[in-house]
Structures are given as C-alpha cells and as structure tokens.
C-alpha cells in the first residue's frame, strides 16, 4: 500500500493556553489561515503522479487545535470538511493537548472528517511535566485517550526525551504507560535547546543539561522498539528540519531517525560477531541496507563486517542473520543494550 499524501497546515501556537519550558513554534512555520488550505492542498497534490490512487490527507501541526477560538476552529473546520466533501481530501487529523480533548470537541472533529487525534504527551512523569511548564498531567493523557478511542477516531502519542528532571528511570516510566495505551501511532522529539524560549534561559543559567546526540538516540531506540512490537506504527523521529530553526544546544540531527535505526543494526552485528567471531554474513531487507551501513558508512568501516543483499527477499521484519547457525536477531533482540 502506497503511503498517504500527508497536507501540513501548522497552526503554531494557536490554541495554546501557554507557553511550555521548551517551546517556540514560531521558528518552524508562521500559522496558515483557513482560505489558504484549499491552495496548498492542491499544491501537495499536484507534486505527486501517483496521488490519484494515494490516500490524501490534512494534518493541522504546530498548536493545540482544539484549543483554537471557537470562531477561528470553525473556519478551520469549515474549509477542511468541505474537502473532504468534495472528495479532494480522504480525511483529516491534527495535534493538540491530553487536557483540551471533550466529547464535544471530538464529536465535531468527526463531523468534519477526522481520522485521527494526535496528543502530546511529551511525558507521563507529572514531576517531569510540572518542571516542563505543561499545564496537565498524565492523567489527562491517559482520559484522553480513552474518549478518543470510544469516539472510533485513531490515537497519536507524542513524546520527547531529555525533559527536564527526567532521568533513565523516569523516561522508562513514560515509555511503559505509553506501551500500556497502545497508540496506533507515535512520534519521539528529543528534547533540543532553542534560542528565546525559558529552558534556553535555565541551559545558560547551568540548571538544564540536554541529552547528548548517542544518548538521545539511545533512549528514542528504546522506545521506538517498545511501541513498534505493540503495534504502533512509527511516524517521526527527532524535531523536523526548518530554516527559521535556532537551536543552541541539544540533539538535533537532520537524519536523526536514520541514526536510531542504523545504531540497533550496529548493535545486533556487534552482537553476531561477538557469538560467531569477526567473518559473518549479515542478509537484509535492501530497503533497509543504508542503515545497516551507518551514516557515511559508520557502521561498516568501524565494525568490519561483511554483508549481501537478497535482492529477492520480501521478507519485511527487520533482523541481521548469521549464515552460519541460521541465527535471526531482531531489534528487540538488542534492547538489553540500552536502557
């Protein structure tokens, strides 16, 4: 199945009834007004030769939407379901708040043509949400999830490690609730340092220290394999790439998820070669070939290994396989290197 054609619409900071420890959407995208949507979504589609038989569908990204002023959400909603009316959109969906979710709202998100509700979660350590200025709980996430999911529309978790007051402990905590509430799909955001925003002033002050680049790779592989084997469908890893981005200090990384992925295949060769010794042969998917390589080929230069592609194979889990004992690893093979 070919993937959606996703239409970005950020809203930034609509909707939001304050402004969190870590957050300055400003410098990802100036909020779009409704009469514009119409246009982009066009645009977006347009691009794509395939998109008459592609799932098409509006994302409202970079605030809380269902926070927005009543007369602004009914313009928003207005234009979108009129879309997808007309049939040039399949369905809609958008981020927002665990605290601003009601059946009321819900109700009228469907109307409209809603598949999914994406909240952020961003912990489910309340200390941790409390030194992050979030304004809500774990409790709302945990209340929100269940109304969206008696409402039949999709549940979108969203988390960042490296918040502040949040340690190994703690951020396992969150990855055990969010486990515990099955998403259909998640995102991870690791914690990044950006310019104007209060932890920019407590990282100066020397009372905040971000993850560094490994560790917030580390800890996104934990959590990346913890949902993908409860059967949550990875959307993003690490914060998008934008030119209005002015980060001092943290783990971004434009290929950040390509790195989180190539370090579980590190791991597990390094696993092989410690049980078999240094001369294996390591099979993968191809699609999945550059990450066993690592960026600018890491992985191969470093470790030394050897490898094929089964340019036949349709095998689509993801594993590393000694050729000589016939022995699969997996991702969640490796997790005890982790955490």
Known sequence: MKPPIVVPIFVSNLGCPHRCIFCDQGQFSDPIPPEAIPEIVNRYTSFSSSSGDRKKVIAFYGGSFTGLDKPLLDRYLSVASTLVKAGVVDALKASTRPDMVS????????????????????????????????????YDTINAVILIRRSGLKVGLQIMPGLPGEDRISFRHTVDAITSLKPDTARIYPTVVMAGTALERLYLRGNYRPLTLDEAIIRSLFAYIRFTDCGTKMLRMGIPQSDRLDIVAGPFHPAFGFLVRSKAYRYMVERLIERFGPRIAVCVNPKDLSELLGLKRKNISELMFSYKVDMGTEQDSISVISRTENTCLYFRDVIDFLL
């Open 103 to 138: 059946q009321k709202i819900l109700d009228r998100l469907i109307d409209a043509g809603f598949e999914e509700l994406e909240l952020g979660a961003q912990s489910m350590d309340d200390r941790v949400l409390k030194q992050s200025l979030r304004g809500h709980t774990s």
